[in-house]
């Protein structure tokens, strides 16, 4: 260890007098951006240190990907494992066969299952629409100099750092014909709105209340990332825009849209999978009901797994599932390439 | 109104007394629009606070009458109930061990692996920080069988301990992205200077590394605690018995009666949970924003 102290002070002192180069970068803006290609340059001297530091590097990494790997990795390849085989907890005395694709084909001929797929799809689609470009208008409103704009911010904050338990109970309250805000508004205005029944009994109201209470929930942080892409954009782009006689529409759509693009392909990123994956607040506004009518996929998963404890088909759907993710995190990786560039 | 001693100006009036109208208009619809979205946001709390401050009886009277917007009663047995029959008080204290032992966690792993990556140049650091980004993004639902299966194995469903190993899924690869960006940001200069004097690498991660991070830390860390404090899907997975359960899973089992929902008793408890969540926004506003762009802009 001291060996590669010496080395490394060794290192350090070569570093600092072989930087003729530095002088000449010092107007660049980024102190990282100086530092990093120094430090790139390979130092014969300082290759002990460079050694050592990369095996403590690798030290340091090690519990990070391990314990990423065994929450994710590992249950991955577990069931993929088990969606080849027999493997119900109801059926415990059965031996775990290999059953072949028999698993995939019984989710793919379930009614249930196919349409838990396209329900869970519809409420992705229009949940990310509705969530951009409500999104958008907060952020522009957020950017906005004003009297009060941090209490908006923390006002818009709350909802969404709060328990999806919180604001599926919240709504849950809302809606309730008995105890609830929106009845008693809605009989204001007509009395037999006084005591329309919300979750549970119909399907689309069931989906509107759930739709309010996932948006209401993650909708600010859509703005939240959008007004930081608003930020990052310089003034002067808006002041030549103007000069040019551009109207406020067009500079929004061909100025502030291109150059939110980054921003908005990771809102739009995280929103679309937080949507393909909804569950918790399925779980408790509605438990799925009535009938399966809310189910998603993200739900009968759960329902497969830990109430039918079937982990065969369980794991058949897990895998769909984790492809669908993987397809969307993959349309995210290229959407989001060049701006990294 | 000084514009009257300024001659250049006196041809303006006309123009100037319309702008400003213009303005006005605008000004006044944009404030009208604030203050309604204030209103979306923070108006179902205010029902929720109003709905946990009624007494049973009330709330089986429904909405109206006495019992409108603004009750002519209010009362706090919802909130002692909650504790005497719902026996609250031991899901919180499991839902701030879980929350606070996962950021502990999370920070130490955290910072070893962002320091790692942003400065001691290893081999596959991009492939280990996609892979890191892509497992923040692996369906919790997907998981839940195996590590069911996995924790029923060892006899370790229905406790809270394997939930800190678990809810790192949520936390480490935003609080790992955070501290790496952060990290690289810092001047290597206050770091050689350290190891000139004879310091270990462990040792400048530890006395020159954190404390110039602290923010970024800190950060990371109320970051962590919310994601931990706000899951329901690993709780609801692998608890079963209520003396075991989460803040957010025991909420599930209140208020539950043949006849009534007595969402009294519900809302007091979410009112409770709320709390630490809404402090924590109040006085880290600025800290939480910074984090969760940082943590995807990259």
């Known amino acids: 260890m001291s060996d590669s102290q010496s080395t490394g002070n060794a290192a350090t002192a070569v570093d600092g007098t072989a930087t003729e180069g530095r002088p000449a970068r010092a107007g660049r803006p980024a102190l990282v951006k100086r530092l990093m290609p120094e430090r790139r340059r390979p130092a014969p001297v300082g290759h002990a240190r460079e050694t050592s530091d990369r095996r403590l590097g690798y030290m340091l990494v090690a519990p990070v990907v391990i314990l990423l790997l065994a929450i994710t990795a590992y249950p991955l390849i577990y069931n993929i494992w088990n969606s080849f085989h027999f493997d119900n907890l109801?059926?415990?005395g059965l031996p775990h066969n290999f059953v072949g694709w028999s698993n995939f084909s019984k989710m793919f001929k379930s009614a249930q299952w196919v349409s838990a797929l396209e329900r869970t799809l519809v409420f992705t689609v229009v949940t990310i629409v509705f969530d951009i470009v409500v999104?958008?208008?907060l952020a522009l409103m957020m950017h906005r100099?004003?009297?009060g704009r941090g209490f908006l911010r923390a006002s818009i904050l709350v909802p969404w750092a709060m328990p999806t338990v919180v604001s599926a109970m919240l709504w849950k309250t809302m809606f309730d014909p008995s105890a609830g805000f929106?009845?008693?508004?809605?009989?204001a205005f007509h009395p037999a709105w006084s005591s329309i029944a919300w979750l549970g009994a119909n399907e689309w109201r069931s989906w509107i209340a759930i739709f309010i209470a996932d948006s209401w929930k993650n909708i600010p942080f859509v703005a939240i990332l959008l007004l930081a892409g608003l930020q990052v954009i310089p003034n002067d782009v808006y002041e030549a825009a103007r000069m040019d006689g551009a109207s406020w529409w067009q500079s929004f759509t061909r100025v502030t849209l291109p150059l939110l693009k980054p921003a908005l392909s990771?809102?739009?990123i995280f929103r679309t999978l937080q949507a393909l994956l909804v569950f918790d607040v399925i779980y408790i506004m509605t438990g799925g009901g009535p009938g399966n009518s809310t189910q998603t996929l993200s739900f009968l998963n759960y329902q497969t797994f830990i109430i039918n404890t079937d982990f065969g088909l369980g794991g058949a759907m897990s895998i769909l599932l984790v492809l669908?993710?993987?397809a969307v995190s993959f349309v995210y990786v290229r959407a989001f390439r060049p701006s990294t560039n | 109104m000084t514009s009257a001693v300024v001659p250049a100006v006196a041809a303006r009036p006309a123009r100037r007394s319309r702008v400003p109208a213009r303005k006005v208009v605008r000004e006044t619809l944009f404030y009208i629009a604030?203050?309604?979205?204030v209103l979306i946001a923070l108006f179902p709390f205010y029902w929720i606070l109003r709905t946990s401050l009624l007494s049973n009886s009330q709330v089986a009277a429904g909405v109206g009458g006495a019992n409108g917007i603004i009750p002519s009663h209010l009362s706090g047995v919802a909130y002692s109930n909650v504790f005497t029959q719902g026996s609250f008080l031991r899901p919180l204290v499991n839902s701030i061990i879980v929350a606070l032992a996962t950021t502990v966690v999370t920070i130490v792993v955290a910072s070893m692996a962002g320091y790692a990556l942003a400065r001691l140049r290893i081999r596959g650091a991009g492939a280990i920080l996609g892979f890191i980004l892509l497992a923040g993004f692996f369906p919790v639902l997907a998981m839940i069988g195996p590590l069911f299966l996995v924790l029923r194995s060892i006899g370790a469903l229905n406790s809270i301990w394997p939930l800190i190993i678990v809810y790192l899924v949520y936390t480490l690869p935003i609080a790992t992205w955070l501290l790496k960006n952060f990290f690289e940001q810092i001047p290597m200069e206050l770091e050689d200077a350290a190891l000139v004097d004879g310091a270990t690498r462990l040792q400048v991660l530890r006395k020159v590394v954190?404390?110039?991070?602290?923010?970024?830390?800190f950060t990371a860390a109320i970051l962590s605690f919310i994601l931990a404090w706000n899951d329901f899907a690993f709780a609801v997975s692998f608890l079963t018995s209520t003396g075991h359960f989460t803040a957010p899973l025991a909420i599930t089992t209140f208020g539950q009666s043949q006849f009534q929902t007595f969402y009294n008793l519900i809302d007091a408890a979410v009112v409770i949970i709320s709390i630490p969540i809404a402090l924590l926004v109040l006085f880290a506003q600025r800290r939480i924003v910074a984090g969760l762009t940082a943590g995807s802009f990259r």
């Not at chain 2, 954190?210 to 830390?217: E, G, K, L, N």
């Open chain 1, 135 to 137: 999104g958008l208008a």
């Open chain 1, 90 to 92: 109801s059926f415990g």
């Open chain 1, 182 to 187: 929106v009845d008693y508004i809605l009989g």
């Open chain 1, 145 to 147: 100099q004003f009297r």
């Open chain 2, 34 to 37: 604030v203050v309604i979205v």
């Open chain 1, 324 to 326: 669908l993710a993987l």
């Open chain 1, 266 to 268: 990771v809102a739009l």
């Open chain 2, 210 to 217: 954190v404390p110039v991070a602290v923010p970024a830390v």
